[in-house]
T-cell receptor, first 109, second 115 residues
Framework: LAKTTQPISMDSYEGQEVNITCSHN???????ITWYQQFPSQGPRFIIQ???TKVTNEVASLFIPADRKSSTLSLPRVSLSDTAVYYC??????????FGTGTRLTVIP | NAGVMQNPRHLVRRRGQEARLRCSPM?????VYWYRQLPEEGLKFMVY????????ESGMPKERFSAEFPKEGPSILRIQQVVRGDSAAYFC?????????????FGDGTRLSIL
């Protein structure tokens, strides 16, 4: 399983754009990059997934450079309710996922 | 909104008792995964099951822990003779198939406390 490295914590003011970068130097050809969000006392919630270039959905964008050794989750105009832990994973098939310690995002009023 | 359902949400057991955690996957999902999470840590994979089959149990302790996903009914994670170190949040996830890039969908977990 390819491991990932991401910042332990980040702070942001409300209304700002937040970019969380994740390194995955050992990503394999068949791996996808998947991001989850977890609030206290809840299970991880799927945010976005991509293989290359850029993916956008209603809550976030995911930027993946050509070498795929890193990825950046972009959250536009964060609100207080976006305060959570964000996990970056590389995923082959639907097999077991390796969760690191994630990035704890704190949104400040 | 029939997501992954786990019950109970909270479970308290005394040392030496048995704990049974149940998970009903999302409708149409035939793959179930169990994870354990300690405070301030990420989730750790325990076991991956399909209907009536254990596919990967590499993350599950060899003793006291077992899991099943019968043809009918929910998946069950069973912990026998619980000890204090079993206190954790246990999460279940499901997916419709084992295919490249298929994301897993998680329940809200069972918080197990051992007295």
């Amino acid at each position: 399983l390819a491991k990932t490295t991401q910042p332990i914590s980040m702070d942001s003011y409300e209304g700002q754009e937040v970019n969380i970068t994740c390194s995955h130097n050992n990503i394999a050809t068949n791996d996808y990059i998947t991001w989850y969000q977890q609030f206290p006392s809840q299970g991880p919630r799927f945010i976005i997934q991509g293989y290359k270039t850029k993916v956008t959905n209603e809550v976030a964008s995911l930027f993946i450079p050509a070498d795929r050794k890193s990825s950046t989750l972009s959250l536009p105009r964060v609100s207080l309710s976006d305060t959570a832990v964000y996990y970056c994973l590389v995923q082959t098939g639907a097999n077991n996922l390796f969760f690191g310690t994630g990035t704890r995002l704190t949104v400040i009023p | 909104n029939a997501g992954v359902m786990q019950n109970p949400r909270h479970l308290v057991r005394r040392r030496g008792q048995e704990a049974r955690l149940r998970c009903s996957p999302m409708k149409g999902h035939s793959h179930v995964y169990w994870y354990r999470q300690l405070p301030e840590e990420g989730l750790k994979f325990m076991v991956y099951l399909q209907k009536e089959n254990i596919i990967d149990e590499s993350g599950m302790p060899k003793e006291r822990f077992s899991a099943e996903f019968p043809k009918e009914g929910p998946s069950i994670l069973r912990i026998q003779q619980v000890v204090r170190g079993d206190s954790a949040a246990y999460f279940c996830a499901s997916s419709p198939r084992d295919r490249a890039g298929q994301p897993q969908h998680f329940g809200d977990g069972t918080r197990l406390s051992i007295l």
